[in-house]
């Protein structure tokens, strides 16, 4: 892909981060209709998550209005560029309506192959986290620096991060018990802040599952431009979503995947 | 107390909040060496928790030589005006090692009744929330906004935050797990920014074990400045720190104590 056009896909990213935080911030931490989407669970809808989606898609209309998009909240509008924007307004609702500064706005550009560059955009705090295209760089309230794993081999020295203990299915929930307790340390409740510690240096694992395409695609460029990895629970793209581990390093990948899959 | 004498103790706090700050941001999110406290677990001491409580010393030695001085990293200073500061440089170093955005300063002026006045301060986001002699404030980077615990009476509206889902012992655990089924929403890994975020009127309760004096003094000024009530597990004070319970309301207060004690 040419310079320039990394770069226009750079600039159009960050006008989208900019229309998020601003269709955003206003709702956070004040008192919130939410709706259930599903009547099983808990899963709230803000009008914060839909007004950063519409700002989103406005700046696409003018800016790339050829590529196809997909959005939590509004769903597939096709294209005929080959690209796809893969949005989540808010990851991390739960955190977003408990005030917790661990929610995030992200941003993908993708083509079949999976995710081209990433954004983690955490509003409050003002940070922004982007990988992919030849960038890996965090900008935030006290520095901008580059983004790099570091290089954890051994479980017994590497942090882990997930969300909710309980994962997901019993199994699943097995499955990340036996990876957490070889760790040295977990931690729970980051949402997609997780994945920016992980491209960040400051963790080692993220081991998470349930998740959809516009969760992780966003994480996948940016741990992966950091110079992690990021694959499904079998070794396999994860950019469909479902289950997830982002690893530091190849030798954490590898015994995390070892023990997810039941090896002990 | 006289309102000068409330306005020289806000100036003394806010001035060890700030040094606080200043000592320990060079150190977030770097490499640290840290050393094990107790080798029978894993609490990290770093360099950034000595430094912060040394500057907070400092301007105690300046402007407050009379009060003595509790702090988690060098003890117990005695003084002779029957006042104590209270102080943990860094409440969460697991956290702080984990680059989460949810550690903070902790200061409190106690007397032999409980604590007089509490900032809970996170210097990376740039929040500060002040609870105590009259006041109840949170200056952050987007706001400056009073306190205020929210009305939240039955748990099944509540939103419950913990820091670990292990709390402490098995016991300690089967009785917060009692609390959180109750509950509508659970959320961990909050460290002291769960108390901040009760005390803002964004979740409803918190509930921990094992902590020390200094954890919990300041989070006690500031959630009972937001009208909110913190005690431990039998209903008693708190300032001691072990088992605490903070509710925003009497009716969630009491209903999670009754959980907490074993009735179903």
Same mark, same amino acid.
């Given at each position: 892909?040419?310079?320039?056009?990394?770069?226009?896909?750079?600039?159009?990213?960050?006008?989208?981060?900019?229309?998020?935080?601003?269709?955003?911030?206003?709702?956070?931490?004040?008192?919130?209709?939410?709706?259930?989407?599903?009547?099983?669970?808990?899963?709230?809808?803000?009008?914060?998550?839909?007004?950063?989606?519409?700002?989103?898609?406005?700046?696409?209309?003018?800016?790339?209005?050829?590529?196809?998009?997909?959005?939590?909240?509004?769903?597939?509008?096709?294209?005929?560029?080959?690209?796809?924007?893969?949005?989540?307004?808010?990851?991390?609702?739960?955190?977003?309506?408990?005030?917790?500064?661990?929610?995030?706005?992200?941003?993908?550009?993708?083509?079949?192959?999976?995710?081209?560059? &990433? !954004?983690?955009?955490?509003?409050?705090? +003002?940070?922004?986290?982007? %990988? /992919?295209?030849?960038? #890996?760089?965090? =900008?935030?309230?006290?520095?901008?620096?580059?983004?790099?794993?570091?290089?954890?081999?051994?479980?017994?020295?590497?942090?882990?991060?997930?969300?909710?203990?309980?994962?997901?299915?019993?199994?699943?929930?097995?499955?990340?018990?036996?990876?957490?307790?070889?760790?040295?340390?977990?931690?729970?409740?980051?949402?997609?802040?997780?994945?920016?510690?992980?491209?960040?240096?400051?963790?080692?694992?993220?081991?998470?599952?349930?998740?959809?395409?516009?969760?992780?695609?966003?994480?996948?460029?940016?741990?992966?431009?950091?110079? &992690? !990895?990021?694959?499904?629970?079998?070794? +396999?793209?994860?950019?469909? %979503? /479902?289950?997830?581990? #982002?690893?530091? =390093?190849?030798?954490?990948?590898?015994?995390?995947?070892?023990?997810?899959?039941?090896?002990?």
């Amino acid at each position: 892909m040419e310079y320039n056009l990394k770069s226009d896909f750079w600039t159009c990213a960050h006008q989208m981060a900019d229309a998020a935080r601003a269709a955003i911030l206003p709702y956070f931490r004040k008192a919130l209709v939410t709706t259930n989407k599903d009547n099983s669970g808990f899963d709230p809808v803000t009008e914060a998550d839909k007004s950063a989606e519409r700002a989103m898609r406005d700046v696409l209309g003018q800016l790339r209005p050829q590529d196809a998009i997909l959005g939590e909240e509004y769903g597939h509008q096709p294209g005929s560029s080959g690209l796809t924007w893969v949005l989540d307004p808010i990851d991390g609702t739960r955190g977003f309506i408990s005030g917790t500064p661990t929610w995030g706005v992200l941003i993908a550009l993708s083509d079949e192959s999976g995710p081209l560059l &990433g !954004i983690i955009d955490q509003p409050y705090i +003002g940070e922004r986290y982007c %990988g /992919g295209l030849g960038q #890996a760089t965090m =900008t935030g309230p006290h520095w901008t620096r580059d983004l790099a794993v570091r290089h954890t081999s051994d479980l017994t020295d590497a942090t882990i991060l997930t969300t909710f203990p309980e994962i997901g299915t019993p199994t699943e929930k097995d499955a990340f018990d036996r990876v957490a307790r070889a760790c040295r340390l977990t931690r729970y409740g980051m949402d997609c802040y997780a994945y920016a510690l992980l491209a960040a240096g400051q963790v080692d694992l993220v081991v998470e599952a349930g998740l959809q395409a516009y969760d992780i695609q966003a994480p996948i460029a940016v741990v992966q431009a950091a110079g &992690g !990895i990021v694959t499904d629970w079998s070794g +396999g793209p994860a950019h469909d %979503g /479902g289950r997830v581990i #982002a690893a530091a =390093t190849p030798e954490l990948h590898a015994a995390g995947l070892s023990l997810l899959n039941g090896n002990a």
